[in-house]
């Protein structure tokens, strides 16, 4: 999902820019009869108080809620939008390499999410899962469980959706079609876009720099925490809030690692952004920490000065630029000495001595010689324990078209009656309803709407089959329809 791959550090073109895409969720949320607050434009940031910025962490941080379940169930193609379940899918918000983002509306919710259909074919394709099988007779296992892609990405999911944290974009929902390519991710909706695109005419000056990048500085230290490596840190992919503080956004390309460090080969993620280790030829581990490292040091000179440190039009030519060139800070804006000796030494073309993050975190640019300190790491981060069934449950399953219109029927004649079969044979319950239909034998007295979907969420889902729908037994004399 990374969503640029192009040599030089040009912004992504999203369809709608995010200014734009304010003004249209303050649209309909105005015709919702809700009371939006005005989204200004990317220009019009809050003010940078100093007040502000010395509050701390748990003081600016709201409490994560928990992961939405869907209790509706419902696929339309209309004119201008896609339900799907609770989900209003519009307008194309963004594009990335495996799938694009589209503005979703939560209609039990009444919110407005970032849903990212992601291709499961590209996502194969990418992990090498799409190759040629073994001969005839060939001992070796053609789906080693190791590069199973999805299971990989299931995994991936489940984590991120416990990631609770002030700097990183919370992932809320994911729904999966098995018969469908498109792999379907709620996100919480930054309305105020990518924090700088680059290039820019208008930097930012060094406090502004400051605030953004100390956002950044304590995502990354909480995604390192739970050993997860972003692999793809640039300005396009931080996104800005409302409160004026940053978020981490996109892991697409992100990798997770066990021990202290993240032993990585191949490039990933955007080359003008790319640490010189990853350039090698040859098949060689580098530290996936100190490669994103040095994508916040590119990220941080983007601040100041608009543009990319090495840029070129072609990737060989860009390579060993990054590999061979020193940087070169240009006479206009003029910095300060500290923010140099910091940019420099997350720009060390040697990883092993590069700068890392607890140092940059008690850099005297970062901390303003002291006496704005960073919260420490344990203020800001606590353990995630995942469990297999967390893993297991990291996606929820889209009926089929028929169990669809099973409900669609039931809410409407407010009755259990399975609309597949005919009424002389409503008092003869088998197994040989159309498609295999799964019958259930339940008594029922004038069940409300409200009830009806919940009962029917609660049976799908300890079921477990998507394909699974419901019919009833007679009712008694007492109770006739």
């Known amino acids: 999902m990374s969503a640029d791959t192009d040599p030089g550090c040009g912004a992504d073109m999203d369809s709608e820019s995010p200014g734009e895409l304010a003004d249209l969720v303050a649209a309909i949320n105005i015709t919702a009869n809700r009371l939006t607050p005005p989204n200004g434009h990317r220009t019009q940031r809050p003010p940078l108080t100093h007040s502000y910025r010395k509050m701390s962490l748990q003081e600016r941080r709201i409490a994560r809620q928990p992961t939405i379940e869907t209790k509706r169930v419902s696929i339309t193609?209309?004119?201008?939008?896609?339900?799907?379940?609770?989900?209003?899918?519009?307008?194309?918000?963004?594009?990335?390499?495996?799938?694009?983002?589209?503005?979703?509306?939560?209609?039990?919710?009444?919110?407005?999410?970032?849903?990212?259909v992601v291709s499961k074919k590209k996502l194969m394709k990418r992990c090498g899962f799409i190759r040629r099988f073994p001969s005839q007779g060939s001992q070796q296992d053609p789906y080693p469980k190791a590069v199973l892609p999805l299971d990989s990405v299931y995994k991936e999911i489940a984590i991120l959706k416990k990631l609770d944290h002030n700097n990183v974009v919370k992932l809320v929902e994911v729904l999966d079609d098995p018969h469908e390519d498109g792999l379907h991710m709620a996100f919480e909706l930054v309305t105020k876009g990518p924090v700088m695109e680059v290039p820019t005419d208008n930097p930012f000056t060094e406090e502004q720099a400051r605030l953004h990048f100390r956002?950044?500085?304590?995502?990354?230290?909480?995604?390192?925490?739970?050993?997860?490596?972003?692999?793809?840190?640039?300005?396009?992919?931080?996104?800005?809030?409302?409160?004026?503080?940053?978020?981490?956004?996109?892991?697409?390309?992100?990798?997770?690692?066990?021990?202290?460090?993240?032993?990585?080969?191949?490039?990933?993620?955007?080359?003008?952004?790319m640490a010189p280790e990853t350039m090698t030829d040859h098949e060689k581990t580098f530290s996936g920490k100190a490669s994103d490292l040095w994508a916040m040091g590119i990220t941080l000179y983007c601040f100041v000065f608009g543009k990319c440190p090495f840029y070129d039009e072609y990737i060989v030519s860009l390579h060993t630029k990054i590999k061979k060139d020193s940087v070169v800070f240009p006479e206009m804006p003029t910095i300060s000495n500290d923010l140099k000796d910091l940019i420099v030494k997350m720009l060390d073309k040697n990883p092993e001595t590069r700068i890392t993050l607890p140092e940059v975190k008690v850099h005297p640019w970062v901390t303003e010689n002291g006496t704005n300190p960073l919260p420490l790491e344990e203020e800001h981060c606590t353990a995630l324990e995942l469990t297999e069934e967390e893993v297991k449950n990291s996606i929820k399953l889209i009926p089929s078209l028929s169990t669809?219109?099973?409900?669609?029927?039931?809410?409407?004649?407010?009755?259990?009656?399975?609309?597949?079969?005919?009424?002389?044979?409503?008092?003869?319950?088998?197994?040989?309803?159309?498609?295999?239909?799964?019958?259930?034998?339940?008594?029922?007295?004038?069940?409300?709407?409200?009830?009806?979907?919940?009962w029917f969420s609660t049976f799908h889902t300890r079921l477990d089959l998507p394909g699974a729908t419901v019919g009833t037994r007679p009712r008694s004399s007492s109770n006739q329809e």
Do not use: W
Not at 93 to 111: F, P, Q, R, T
Not at 215 to 233: A, F, N, P, Q, S
Not at 251 to 262: C, L, M, N, P
């Open 77 to 116: 193609d209309a004119e201008d939008f896609v339900q799907l379940n609770q989900y209003k899918l519009k307008n194309e918000i963004g594009k990335g390499s495996y799938g694009v983002v589209k503005l979703a509306y939560n209609e039990d919710s009444e919110e407005f999410y970032a849903m990212k």
């Open 404 to 454: 669809v219109i099973l409900v669609k029927s039931m809410l409407r004649k407010r009755s259990f009656s399975n609309p597949f079969e005919c009424q002389a044979r409503r008092a003869e319950r088998s197994m040989s309803a159309p498609g295999g239909l799964l019958t259930l034998c339940i008594p029922v007295s004038s069940p409300s709407e409200s009830a009806i979907a919940q």
């Open 215 to 273: 956002d950044v500085v304590l995502g990354i230290e909480y995604l390192h925490y739970h050993k997860i490596i972003h692999r793809d840190i640039k300005p396009s992919n931080l996104l800005l809030g409302d409160d004026g503080h940053v978020k981490i956004a996109d892991f697409g390309v992100s990798r997770e690692f066990e021990g202290t460090d993240a032993l990585l080969s191949g490039t990933a993620g955007t080359p003008a952004f």
